[in-house]
Antibody, heavy 119, light 111 residues
Framework: EVQLVQSGAEVKKPGESLRISCKCS????????IAWVRQKPGKGLEWMGI????????RYSPSFQGQVTISVDKSITTAYLQWSSLKASDTAIYYC????????????WGQGTLVTVSP | QSVLTQPPSVSGAPGQRVTISCTGS?????????VHWYQHLPGTTPKLLIF???IRPSGVPDRFSGSKSGTSASLAITGLQAADEADYYC???????????FGGGTKLTVL
């Protein structure tokens, strides 16, 4: 069974750094892209970027380029999303999702990680 | 402003039929990239409803159906039930952005 298990909720102050994780299991980790999706309070889903664990090729949405860093550790089949300096506007739920075999389909999702950034 | 355009809300009485539109452009839906639909309840993981424009995953009732034509796609829900109240999102790929694109989401209210 494919499973994506994300790290727990975080409460941070503006300017702090943060890395959240997405532990993947039940399939060949290096053969499927992993995406990160943001949902701000009361808003819709936004694609942030995607990484191919096989070679760490990464693509970012223009809206998130330079704002976050996506990475993987193949040895522990885990993907990461990190910030070097959080802003209050980064408060959101962040989902990781696996891209399946069919035409850019998100076929499995993590449970989401709530990040709250407040002074 | 989302790349794919959905109505912010739709509503219908129990048992009725509603449709949710998803309008894109020549760099996504119109470029023959597939459209996928997700049902999302607050605090839960998005659930795949329709993939590759028209296909229902196992376990999704046949009350849910998808279609695609030109630069648009639609999700139809028949025999509305209270349990269908949720947010619905379309998703595709955009060649200009080289990435996934979502619609802004549509909130379905069952009256």
């Amino acid at each position: 069974e494919v499973q994506l298990v994300q790290s727990g909720a975080e409460v941070k102050k503006p300017g702090e750094s943060l890395r959240i994780s997405c532990k993947c299991s039940g399939y060949s980790f290096t053969r499927h892209w992993i995406a990160w999706v943001r949902q701000k309070p009361g808003k819709g889903l936004e694609w942030m970027g995607i990484i191919y664990p096989g070679d760490s090729e990464t693509r970012y949405s223009p809206s998130f380029q330079g704002q976050v860093t996506i990475s993987v550790d193949k040895s522990i089949t885990t993907a990461y999303l990190q910030w070097s300096s959080l802003k209050a506007s980064d408060t959101a739920i962040y989902y990781c999702a696996r891209e399946g075999d069919d035409d850019y389909l998100a076929d499995s999702w993590g449970q989401g990680t709530l990040v709250t950034v407040s002074p | 402003q989302s790349v794919l355009t959905q109505p912010p809300s739709v509503s219908g009485a129990p048992g009725q039929r509603v449709t949710i539109s998803c309008t894109g452009s020549s760099s996504n839906i119109g470029a023959n990239y597939a459209v996928h639909w997700y049902q999302h309840l607050p605090g839960t993981t998005p659930k795949l409803l329709i993939f590759l424009n028209t296909i229902r995953p196992s376990g999704v009732p046949d009350r849910f159906s998808g279609s695609k034509s030109g630069t648009s796609a639609s999700l139809a829900i028949t025999g509305l039930q209270a349990a269908d109240e949720a947010d619905y999102y379309c998703q595709s790929y955009d060649s200009g952005l080289s990435g996934w694109v979502f619609g802004g989401g549509t909130k379905l209210t069952v009256l």
